[in-house]
């Protein structure tokens, strides 16, 4: 199994599915966890259990994306990479979408991930090595898709911002990797509002968690940047 021991990697939105399936992948290899979303009683839950440090931080407010940064140095001396799911979703032709739904998509897929980027790069840079990774979606990798113009505009926008911090960061043994999930991914939230589809033809978190877990221990010499990861034929 790929070794992360000892280092310690940031993962937001660390009460939904998909992080839940990220944090045991990140834990069986090694790494010590800190994870963060908004308050919520399974955070507190999946920390005991992955002895992982809970942290409660709206990631749309900047000072609490340092301070996120700060109380990971503070508890374990060290930040060596970040994983952002922190997610927005909505669907909706452009002429319907109500006016807010533009901010609410922005802040939650790319704002939270400029503050958060923002926040843990000089304790990356300070370092000379680590890891960043985010999500974008199948829209994004595209190029578009009806009815979801909003939510594609939005993840597109995190592909752009990881894709250049990459492009900046060529002094540094940081690596930087977009995952872009190809279709639905089998959560509780997707099993609610799809009732009638069969889950088995969804990807499986797991599978998006070993994808992340092998970008987070590849040699800079062969480094993985895009990562589309595709449902089942």
Do not use: C
Request: a neutral charge; zero cysteines; proline letters at 7%.
């Amino acid at each position: 199994m790929p070794s992360l021991q000892d280092q310690v990697f940031i993962l937001t939105g660390g009460a939904g599915a998909i992080a839940g399936a990220v944090a045991e992948a990140l834990a069986r290899a090694g790494a010590r966890l800190v994870l963060v979303d908004k308050a919520q009683p399974l955070l507190q839950e999946r920390a005991q259990a992955l002895e992982a440090l809970p942290l409660t931080h709206d990631l749309t407010q900047y000072p609490e994306a340092v301070r996120m940064v700060e109380a990971a140095k503070t508890a374990f001396g060290r930040v060596d990479g970040l994983i952002h799911t922190v997610r927005g979703f909505a669907t909706g032709r452009l002429h319907e979408a109500p006016p807010e739904a533009y901010d609410q998509l922005f802040d939650a897929n790319v704002r939270s991930l400029f503050y958060a980027v923002r926040a843990v790069l000089p304790e990356l840079k300070a370092a000379g090595r680590g890891f960043i990774a985010g999500f974008a979606a199948g829209p994004a990798w595209r190029g578009g898709a009806a009815g979801m113009g909003l939510y594609a505009a939005a993840k597109s926008a995190v592909a752009a911002l990881l894709r250049s911090l990459d492009a900046e960061l060529t002094e540094n043994a940081i690596r930087v990797a977009v995952l872009y999930p190809m279709g639905a991914v089998d959560t509780p939230q997707n099993r609610r509002a799809m009732p009638h589809t069969d889950p088995q033809t969804w990807i499986a978190p797991e599978a998006i968690a070993e994808a992340l877990l092998f970008a987070a221990t590849r040699s800079p010499r062969g480094r993985l940047l895009e990562i589309p990861i595709y449902p089942p034929r």
